[in-house]
């Protein structure tokens, strides 16, 4: 069964650094999305993009937060400088090809640690 | 997006069957029921989708009566590993996003 991964498992970083978490969306799917979840906490949505854009983003996501699909296969979010409260896990998932497959594929998710 | 209410949690035995009701009274025409569940340390995953009356699949049941402003979502003969947290989403297939809410925690006894 196609499924979706990331990288790294565990990212533990130094205040102040860039991090950048990878995803490897489900092969056909068209619509990916960055979602994070705060230890104990809601998972909470960051972005969505689609067609090499972003569609829509919460506000969560501001100017240290980017994301990017270099390549046909690879979807990232970058943390430009990150901070202690960026500290959680990070959920990628993506779905389609048609917009109205609303079931989204989450990865396993990599836990973020700011010191 | 439709907002949703759900127990904060639930206990159960093995071998039995679980039931978890969700309230919805602001259900929009075009809403779907949509159910995910959480095991810890790991990401969501959809378990079962339905916009009215009853959709079955290899996991779960969902009931939806004809005024759709509740759903429940039924596991039959649980085990420990159904131990997780459940999610009932309300909204548009064509969102854009999810949006979580605390959902149910579900601890399965021996």
């Known amino acids: 069964e196609p499924e979706v991964t990331q990288t790294p498992s565990h990212q533990v970083t130094q205040m102040g650094q860039e991090v950048i978490l990878r995803c490897v969306p489900i092969?056909?799917?068209?619509?990916f999305y960055w979602y994070r979840q705060i230890l104990g906490q809601k998972v909470e949505f960051l972005v969505s993009?689609?067609?090499?854009?972003?569609?829509?983003k919460s506000e969560i996501f501001d100017d240290q937060f980017s994301v990017e699909r270099p390549d046909g296969s690879n979807f990232t979010l970058k943390i430009r400088s990150t901070k202690l409260e960026d500290s959680a896990m990070y959920f990628c998932?993506?779905?389609?090809?048609?917009?109205?497959?609303?079931?989204?594929?989450f990865g396993p998710g990599t836990r973020l640690t700011v010191l | 997006l439709a907002k949703t209410t759900q127990p904060i949690s639930m206990d159960s035995y093995e071998g039995q069957e679980v039931n978890i009701t969700c309230s919805h009274n602001?259900?929009?025409?075009?809403?779907?029921i949509t159910w995910y569940q959480q095991f810890p340390s790991q990401g969501p995953r959809f378990i079962i989708q339905?916009?009215?009356t009853k959709v079955t699949n290899e996991v779960a049941s969902l009931f939806i009566p004809a005024d759709r402003k509740s759903s429940t979502l039924s596991l039959p003969r649980v085990s420990l590993s159904d131990t997780a947290v459940y999610y009932c989403?309300?909204?548009?297939?064509?969102?854009?996003?999810?949006?979580f809410g605390k959902g149910t925690r579900l601890h399965i006894l021996p």
């Open positions: 998932a993506s779905s389609g090809p048609l917009a109205a497959d609303s079931e989204q594929f």
């Open positions: 989403l309300v909204g548009d297939r064509t969102d854009d996003k999810i949006i």
């Open positions: 092969s056909n799917h068209l619509y």
């Open positions: 339905g916009y009215k």
């Open positions: 602001n259900i929009a025409t075009n809403d779907y």
């Open positions: 993009f689609y067609n090499n854009e972003i569609s829509e």
